[in-house]
């Protein structure tokens, strides 16, 4: 066989063979339709969850913070309420005229200056788990109900800097973080949780703390922005919203963590509200408005169908696949009867017995 004899054949081989390849795909057109149909129908029925952020300014909050988890709280400058007839703790005591306690059942103690860097005092919370309620007051001050749950109750604990004896107050207690004075500094309470709870309460004539502003952003991993995640949908809270992180209620597996921040202001210039900052992972957030049953923020069709990894990636490749068929399907010649498969794979084989007999 000549030289361009073999070239002849040398094309035909590669001619059938691209033929033959065009035809196959042209074969699985309906199932790659198939396929795009059903990553469809598999991210709207099962959405995975995306990363939020919520930042909220709130006169309420109540947190249930995880057992197993060590939680520690700076509580230098609080006054404190335990109840009677517990083993009180090595600080002096309040007068009654000035004790924030609700009752007689309470006995209160002076816990030092907030700004007193030498005299580190915290609260570590059991291992059992509490529930905190943070409240707002009109003068300015910071209060926080603790109680401890759990089947196995352990007890709230003081530990100061430098002692390795924890004080027991028990189960229950009470914190007033009030002003400073006027000549004094301000100063800002952080507060670290992890666990579950709800920002805001319910709006109620009975009520008069609410949440007041906020905003709740949702996130997926992304290669190409900054920082590894991409915003996916976000949302303006209204004032007297409440939120719910509660894990059943935003099917949600991982707990909330974050932090609660609130400045201690010698002077009042505006309404006081504490900062809460929280992170987590979610498929939707429950919102409460105005006492209804609420609504589930979460991302719309386009946006799950988008940041869906799996989706995004076999979807792009069956769509090149149906674009490239759909391309040189007229440019080649390519039929659409039932037998073109069978006819250019004998090609395909004519043109390869040539080219090895040659």
Not at 34 to 51: D, Q
């Amino acid at each position: 066989m000549s030289w361009s004899e073999r070239s002849r054949a040398v094309r035909g081989l590669c001619s059938g063979a691209w033929s033959l390849s065009l035809a196959g795909l042209h074969w699985l057109r309906p199932f790659l339709v198939i396929a795009m149909v059903s990553l469809i129908l598999f991210a709207l029925f099962s959405p995975k969850p995306f990363s939020f952020s919520i930042k909220a300014e709130t006169e309420h909050v109540t947190l249930m913070l995880s057992p197993d988890q060590q939680v520690l709280w700076r509580i230098a400058g609080a006054q404190l309420c335990i109840r009677a007839g517990i083993e009180p703790p090595p600080y002096p005591a309040l007068d009654s005229a000035v004790s924030p306690c609700p009752g007689r059942r309470w006995e209160s103690y002076n816990l030092g200056n907030l700004n007193d860097t030498t005299h580190e005092l915290a609260l570590r919370f059991p291992m059992s788990g509490s529930i905190v309620r943070l409240d707002t007051a009109e003068d300015g001050a910071l209060l926080a109900h603790i109680n401890a749950q759990g089947k196995d109750l352990d007890q709230l604990a003081l530990i100061t800097a430098g002692s390795s004896d924890p004080d027991l107050i028990g189960t229950e207690a009470i914190l007033r973080f009030p002003r400073p004075g006027e000549d004094s500094p301000p100063g800002r309470m952080v507060l670290p949780f992890s666990g579950s709870g709800s920002i805001g309460k319910d709006v109620s004539w009975r009520e008069s703390t609410l949440l007041r502003k906020g905003s709740i952003e949702l996130y997926t991993h992304s290669d190409e922005a900054v920082g590894g995640r991409a915003l996916v949908a976000s949302t303006e809270l209204m004032p007297g919203d409440r939120i719910d992180l509660d894990r059943e209620a935003n099917d949600r597996s991982e707990v909330t963590k974050g932090f609660i921040y609130y400045d201690l202001l010698p002077e009042l210039t505006e309404p006081v509200a504490m900062t809460v900052v929280a992170f987590g992972t979610a498929k939707a957030i429950r919102i409460i408005r105005f006492g209804d049953a609420g609504y589930t923020f979460s991302p719309g069709l386009i946006a799950r169908l988008m940041h869906h990894s799996a989706v995004t990636t076999w979807a792009v490749a069956i769509f090149s696949l149906l674009t490239l068929m759909a391309i040189y399907s007229e440019t080649s010649g390519i039929c659409h009867e039932a037998s073109s498969w069978r006819r250019r794979r004998v090609e395909l084989r004519r043109h390869w017995q040539q080219f090895w007999r040659g």
